[in-house]
C-alpha cells in the first residue's frame, strides 16, 4: 500500500521549490540544514567537507525537486540524498580518519555543534567514533541513522532503498561489530 504525504508541509513546500519558489527553497535549508550537517558529520567523522558536501546535498534538492514523489516524507527524500552523497565523496576520497586532537582550528566541530563533555568522555566518545567509522559503509549509516538520527527501521529502509529485513541486518552486524572492537578495549579499561 503507496503512502502519500501530502499533508506533510514539506512535502508541500518541495512541490513549490519544483515549481520555482526560491523562499520555500530557503525556507527547506534553513529548517534542515544542522540535521544535513550532522548526519555528514556523522557519516565521514570529520568536519573538513561538511560545508561543501551539504551545499551539494542541498544544490540536488533544488535540481531534483520536480522528481521528488510524495510517496516518502521530505525528511526521508532528503536524508537519501545526504547518505548518498557522503558515500560518494568516502568513495572518491577513500578518506583518512583524524582524531579531534590532530585537527587544526578551522576544521573543528563549532562549539553550537557538539555538546562540550569532560576529557575522559570525550576520549571515549572519539573511540566509539572511529571504531563505528571503521564498519562498513551500509552497516555504519545504518547504525548512524538508528542511534543518532532516530530514525525507524522502516524509515531507514526508505532512506537506504532497501528492505526492513535488511536495515535489521545490517545494525545487528553493525552492532556484533562494534561488540568485537569495543569488548576488549572495555576490558583493558580503555574504555
Not at 20 to 25: Q, S
Not at 74 to 86: D, P
Not at 104 to 112: F, G, H, M, Q
Not at 126 to 150: G, H, M, T, Y
Request: overall charge positive.
Amino acid at each position: 500500500m503507496e503512502h502519500s504525504y501530502t499533508t506533510d508541509p514539506d512535502s508541500q513546500m518541495i512541490t513549490a521549490v519544483a515549481d520555482g519558489d526560491e523562499r520555500a527553497y530557503e525556507q527547506l535549508v534553513k529548517k534542515y540544514q544542522h540535521a544535513v550537517f550532522n548526519t555528514i558529520y556523522r557519516c565521514l567523522g570529520n568536519y573538513e567537507d561538511i560545508e561543501d558536501i551539504a551545499q551539494e546535498v542541498f544544490i540536488k534538492v533544488w535540481h531534483k525537486a520536480k522528481s521528488f514523489r510524495k510517496n516518502s516524507k521530505f525528511s526521508t527524500w532528503l536524508y537519501r540524498i545526504t547518505v548518498n552523497q557522503c558515500l560518494n565523496y568516502r568513495s572518491k576520497h577513500k578518506q583518512k580518519l583524524v582524531s579531534l586532537d590532530e585537527m587544526t582550528e578551522k576544521e573543528r566541530i563549532p562549539d553550537s555543534l557538539i555538546v562540550e563533555v569532560d576529557h575522559e568522555q570525550r576520549n571515549k566518545a572519539e573511540i566509539v567514533r572511529k571504531s563505528v567509522n571503521k564498519l562498513p559503509d551500509r552497516q555504519r549509516i545504518a547504525l548512524i541513522l538508528s542511534q543518532f538520527e532516530d530514525k525507524s527501521y522502516k524509515e531507514i529502509a526508505e532512506i537506504m532503498g532497501v528492505s526492513l529485513s535488511a536495515v535489521e541486518s545490517l545494525i545487528f552486524r553493525a552492532r556484533e561489530n562494534l561488540k568485537k572492537t569495543l569488548i576488549p578495549l572495555r576490558n583493558d579499561g580503555k574504555i
